[in-house]
């Protein structure tokens, strides 16, 4: 079994996968991730119920929005040069996600020095918009 492994490592890609590893790449994929995040939680909502969630583009950007009758906050996404910042609707960074290409071939988010997945990332920046009080 362990041959195996090895074998099939020996044949990794390590190149093209090091290449799908970059900052524009993992922000796609974050971006189509949020969508199908918003469109789960919008078809949670109760009928009738008085907030919507949506997604905007903005430039390079996309913001993730909370409106209600008397509320509008948002979450936004920026691509800068060395990371991906994600921001409360006063301009505050929440934090920052950097990426790391690690010893076993993954592409991997770091966010406060620890090794994150798409989805933490996701809830890190998105649980209180979509669930405080709703």
Same mark, same amino acid.
């Given at each position: 079994m362990n041959d195996k492994v090895e074998k099939d490592m020996s044949k990794f890609d390590w190149v093209t996968e090091r290449s799908l590893c970059s900052l524009p790449n993992v922000f796609k994929a974050l971006r189509l991730q949020?969508?199908?995040d918003v469109k789960t939680r919008n078809?949670? @909502?109760?009928?009738?119920s008085p907030y919507e969630f949506s997604v905007a583009e903005n430039g390079g950007d996309f913001?993730?929005?909370l409106e209600a009758k008397d509320v509008h906050r948002s979450?936004?996404?920026s691509l800068a040069e060395h990371a991906i910042l994600v921001r409360d609707d006063k301009g505050n960074q929440?934090?920052?996600v950097t990426l790391t290409f690690n010893d076993e071939g993954e592409c991997r988010l770091n966010v406060n020095e620890e090794e994150r997945d798409l989805w933490q990332v996701r809830r890190m920046a998105l649980e209180e918009l979509?669930? @405080?009080g709703y």
């Amino acid at each position: 079994m362990n041959d195996k492994v090895e074998k099939d490592m020996s044949k990794f890609d390590w190149v093209t996968e090091r290449s799908l590893c970059s900052l524009p790449n993992v922000f796609k994929a974050l971006r189509l991730q949020v969508e199908e995040d918003v469109k789960t939680r919008n078809a949670l @909502r109760p009928n009738n119920s008085p907030y919507e969630f949506s997604v905007a583009e903005n430039g390079g950007d996309f913001t993730v929005l909370l409106e209600a009758k008397d509320v509008h906050r948002s979450v936004i996404f920026s691509l800068a040069e060395h990371a991906i910042l994600v921001r409360d609707d006063k301009g505050n960074q929440m934090f920052q996600v950097t990426l790391t290409f690690n010893d076993e071939g993954e592409c991997r988010l770091n966010v406060n020095e620890e090794e994150r997945d798409l989805w933490q990332v996701r809830r890190m920046a998105l649980e209180e918009l979509l669930f @405080r009080g709703y």
